[in-house]
């Protein structure tokens, strides 16, 4: 075993040279290695069997996996955890390493495994998400003026955006496609006027979303479904149309019938916004392997598409192209608000989910969070209009209507604070 140790130890110290990571590292056996005087965070490699894990395996999965399970122990700010396991990972690579929190699997993508995927992801607990999730409980990438909003101001600021990127207009049918605990269309139908329905596979999301309803006053305006979104039976029906962090679930193969479903339910002008994690690298031919920590434990089945699948399934579909925008700092600025708020209220959320789930959310987010930083992840705002006939569909003559709000500047570097 010993032989095992220090071969891993040289190889790290050979691997990244003059670099002195802030890292101590104390073995299953009492040993422990300093890689400098100035010790950030600590690893407790709790066995052998991780270890070898570690040398064979992908590095930032295993890591994350061996938290996980209880057999690595971490010490120190998120920040440097993750800059630890990213050198980590460089001293160890693997083809593709650049997709790491990348999630291309392939599933099956049946309206059964889609639902049972959906709810083991959000059905985990209402209560837990509301510990951590915004006062409108709002699961998606907030949108930022200036980066020094909190999660509440930055998601109320998210749902206008949308509202007003849609042009929504008093009266208008709105559907919501994976309406998650019903933010967004409680957000429109009391500011903007709108008449909507809302689909989720969610069975938690539902009940909460329906009860939320009925409390504000919105019923008579707002049906919640428990339902596909293949199965929604309206065509010509809408008027403008959401999916909000959805279509990450929805599959690679899948993304032209997806589109063709928004497509048939929209009418001829119809507005849609889809809003998703994209990929950075366009793997055309062969989508990424899939990142195994994911698919284990967060997302099972999820899929990424570049931009480019996403323009391409859409003109498949009649759906033109009115606007695209990038989110990508600001989906990195609400995980880091995210794990700090999870990180306050850490004792409520063992109570209510236990560790394992505990970090699992923390470590993925956290890890998303410096993802998409570094450029690993994207997110899109794809905004676009149904014209299938040759007559021009109305649309603004430019894009004043969409934006208000102080300027500011993206900082080179995230603001962990103390997390």
């Given at each position: 075993?010993?032989d095992?140790?220090?071969?891993?130890?040289?190889?790290?110290?050979?691997?990244?040279?003059?670099?002195?990571?802030?890292?101590?590292?104390?073995?299953w056996?009492?040993?422990?290695?300093?890689?400098?005087?100035n010790?950030?965070?600590?690893?407790?490699?709790?066995?052998?069997?991780?270890?070898?894990?570690?040398l064979?395996?992908?590095?930032?999965?295993?890591?994350?996996?061996?938290?996980v399970?209880?057999?690595?122990?971490?010490?120190?700010?998120?920040?440097?955890?993750?800059?630890?396991?990213?050198?980590?990972?460089?001293?160890?690579?693997?083809?593709?390493?650049k997709?790491?929190?990348?999630?291309f699997?392939?599933?099956?993508h049946?309206?059964?495994?889609?639902?049972?995927?959906i709810?083991?992801?959000?059905d985990?607990?209402?209560d837990?998400y509301?510990?951590?999730?915004?006062?409108?409980?709002?699961y998606?990438?907030?949108?930022?003026?200036?980066?020094?909003?909190?999660?509440?101001?930055?998601?109320?600021?998210?749902?206008d955006?949308?509202?007003?990127?849609?042009?929504l207009?008093?009266?208008?049918?709105?559907?919501?496609?994976?309406?998650?605990?019903?933010?967004?269309?409680?957000w429109?139908?009391?500011?903007?006027?709108?008449?909507?329905?809302g689909?989720?596979?969610s069975?938690k999301?539902h009940?909460?979303?329906?009860k939320?309803?009925?409390?504000?006053g919105?019923?008579?305006?707002?049906?919640?479904r428990?339902?596909?979104?293949?199965?929604?039976?309206?065509?010509?029906?809408?008027?403008k149309?959401?999916?909000?962090?959805?279509?990450?679930?929805?599959?690679?193969?899948?993304?032209?019938?997806?589109?063709?479903v928004?497509?048939?339910v929209?009418?001829?002008?119809?507005?849609?916004?889809?809003?998703?994690?994209?990929?950075?690298?366009?793997?055309?031919?062969n989508?990424?392997?899939?990142?195994?920590f994911?698919?284990?434990?967060?997302?099972?089945?999820?899929?990424?598409?570049?931009?480019?699948?996403v323009?391409?399934?859409m003109?498949?579909?009649?759906?033109?192209?009115?606007?695209?925008?990038n989110?990508?700092?600001?989906?990195?600025q609400?995980?880091?608000?995210w794990?700090?708020?999870?990180?306050?209220?850490?004792?409520?959320?063992?109570?209510?989910?236990?560790?394992?789930?505990?970090?699992?959310w923390?470590?993925y987010m956290?890890?998303c969070?410096?993802?998409?930083?570094?450029?690993?992840?994207?997110?899109?705002?794809?905004?676009?209009?149904?014209?299938?006939?040759?007559?021009?569909?109305p649309?603004?003559?430019?894009?004043?209507?969409?934006?208000?709000?102080?300027?500011?500047?993206?900082p080179?570097?995230?603001?962990?604070?103390?997390?």
């Amino acid at each position: 075993m010993k032989d095992l140790r220090d071969s891993f130890l040289n190889h790290v110290c050979r691997r990244t040279g003059s670099t002195a990571l802030p890292l101590r590292i104390r073995f299953w056996d009492g040993h422990e290695y300093d890689f400098s005087s100035n010790i950030r965070v600590v690893m407790d490699f709790r066995s052998a069997t991780f270890l070898g894990r570690l040398l064979t395996g992908s590095t930032l999965d295993v890591l994350g996996e061996g938290y996980v399970e209880g057999d690595l122990g971490l010490e120190g700010r998120y920040q440097d955890i993750l800059a630890v396991a990213e050198a980590l990972g460089e001293a160890f690579p693997q083809p593709q390493k650049k997709s790491a929190m990348q999630f291309f699997v392939r599933g099956k993508h049946d309206r059964s495994s889609d639902a049972q995927s959906i709810r083991y992801h959000y059905d985990v607990s209402n209560d837990f998400y509301q510990l951590w999730l915004d006062r409108n409980m709002v699961y998606s990438c907030a949108y930022f003026h200036t980066g020094r909003e909190d999660i509440d101001t930055a998601q109320e600021q998210k749902l206008d955006h949308i509202c007003r990127k849609l042009h929504l207009q008093p009266g208008e049918r709105f559907l919501d496609i994976g309406c998650g605990w019903g933010g967004l269309l409680s957000w429109a139908a009391r500011n903007y006027g709108i008449q909507g329905v809302g689909v989720t596979l969610s069975e938690k999301q539902h009940a909460y979303a329906t009860k939320r309803m009925e409390s504000e006053g919105l019923a008579d305006r707002i049906e919640i479904r428990l339902q596909d979104y293949r199965d929604i039976p309206e065509r010509d029906h809408f008027d403008k149309v959401a999916s909000i962090g959805m279509f990450e679930h929805v599959g690679l193969s899948q993304l032209p019938g997806y589109f063709s479903v928004i497509q048939k339910v929209l009418r001829e002008g119809g507005w849609v916004l889809n809003h998703g994690i994209t990929a950075t690298q366009q793997d055309d031919e062969n989508p990424l392997s899939g990142n195994a920590f994911i698919d284990r434990y967060v997302f099972p089945d999820g899929e990424i598409p570049h931009l480019w699948r996403v323009v391409h399934a859409m003109a498949g579909q009649n759906l033109e192209v009115l606007d695209v925008e990038n989110l990508r700092p600001h989906y990195a600025q609400t995980l880091i608000q995210w794990v700090r708020r999870l990180e306050e209220r850490k004792e409520e959320a063992l109570r209510l989910v236990g560790p394992k789930s505990c970090r699992i959310w923390a470590i993925y987010m956290a890890g998303c969070a410096h993802a998409f930083w570094r450029n690993w992840l994207c997110l899109h705002q794809v905004l676009a209009i149904k014209q299938a006939g040759e007559k021009l569909a109305p649309r603004p003559w430019e894009r004043c209507y969409q934006y208000a709000g102080e300027e500011g500047y993206i900082p080179a570097e995230p603001d962990w604070g103390n997390t």
